[in-house]
């Protein structure tokens, strides 16, 4: 009893009462009643009742000390009567009937108990959570691809650096899957394994996430000329087997579109050696039109690295509707072309100028005024 606002104060927190599994059946229930000090009135103990939840029952309650009597099946489970003063603690045997093997159960606890200077006799009751010895789980992770037909998955390793010939510094880079979907992509922080955590996201969605997702994880930061990312781990699911086709976009910070290239993923990775990659992957380069914005005319300047047996370069309007076919898709050298590109009665506005060989494509905005 605390005895500045008279409430009775007993609790399984309070260390009063454990309850010890010793296994899918057997448990020592330990009783042990607070010490009398200057802050708690000591209680004596006169009965308990054990009681549990549905699926598991009790079928022994036997004391340690033969001040209490064995328990007996009451209307609302095993009681057991005797005296424990203040300070003094009991132990219990506890035979329980599991059939069905449950792993944890709910245990009540209710009790009676004096206090000195009062004569009613009061109740109290705890609640004991327990779990079976070597219930360590329940929880399960399982390979998908188990309970769900998914398809093959693959892991791929890439490079990337910023090379676009008007050193603009890239803020975001998009990926986009011709076929299938992407799984992951990476790299993860650490080598040997992987701490998920629950969260909750905006939309209300229960989730895994290996790291949470606001800024003391990460910020922003544009990513400057012949920066190199090495490497980026790509998983990529599809149910068609072979190579896939994977779509990029280097936008600014401004949202404006510096490259559209493509990259045919074939060669799925084993493992990484480690050596740095050959970073040159650009096969072409094009330049910034010369004037950009443009009020009649403007030059298109584009540098092949090697001989080429299929180059096309076109325009198109903000919509993606083909305006001018400037190489109709033919034979070129190494080095670098120019073409002029004439805006006849084309309206003011934004266009883009795309080159393609075939294997890469990048595309570039052009702008007319008058």
Do not use: C
């Amino acid at each position: 009893q605390n005895k500045d606002d008279n409430n009775y104060l007993l609790s399984a927190e309070d260390n009063f009462a454990n309850i010890t599994m010793q296994s899918a059946t057997k448990a020592v229930l330990t009783i042990t009643n607070p010490q009398d000090d200057e802050y708690t009135t000591g209680v004596t103990l006169k009965s308990l009742q054990l009681t549990t939840s549905p699926g598991v029952s009790v079928q022994t309650l036997k004391p340690s000390s033969s001040a209490w009597s064995n328990g007996v099946m009451g209307t609302n489970g095993f009681v057991s009567e005797g005296v424990l003063n203040p300070g003094e603690s009991i132990n219990f045997n506890i035979d329980y009937n599991n059939a069905d093997s449950f792993k944890s159960w709910l245990n009540t606890l209710k009790f009676t108990f004096m206090v000195k200077d009062i004569p009613d006799t009061l109740n109290g009751d705890v609640k004991i959570m327990v779990r079976t010895p070597g219930a360590v789980g329940g929880d399960v992770l399982v390979d998908v691809n188990n309970g769900t037909k998914l398809g093959t998955a693959r892991t791929y390793a890439l490079s990337f650096r910023n090379a676009n010939m008007t050193r603009d510094s890239i803020s975001e880079v998009i990926l986009k899957l011709d076929k299938g979907s992407i799984l992951a992509v990476g790299p993860n922080e650490s080598s040997q394994e992987v701490s998920l955590k629950g969260f909750r996201t905006s939309k209300g969605n229960l989730t895994l996430l290996n790291s949470s997702p606001d800024e003391s994880v990460a910020v922003m930061s544009n990513l400057p000329a012949d920066i190199v990312v090495n490497p980026i781990y790509l998983t990529v699911m599809s149910d068609e087997p072979g190579s896939s086709v994977l779509e990029y976009i280097t936008l600014t910070s401004a949202g404006d579109t510096i490259t559209v290239g493509s990259l045919e993923l074939t060669n799925p990775v084993l493992g990484v050696s480690g050596r740095e990659p050959n970073l040159n992957l650009t096969s072409i380069w094009l330049y910034e039109a010369q004037p950009n914005p443009s009020n009649d005319e403007t030059l298109i300047r584009f540098e092949l690295q090697k001989a080429e047996s299929n180059v096309r370069l076109a325009v198109y309007d903000a919509l993606g509707k083909s305006i001018a076919i400037l190489v109709g898709g033919k034979p070129m050298s190494e080095g670098v072309h120019e073409v002029v590109f004439n805006r006849g009665n084309l309206s003011n506005g934004v266009y883009y100028y795309t080159i393609s060989t075939g294997n890469e494509t990048q595309t570039r905005k052009l702008i007319f005024i008058r």
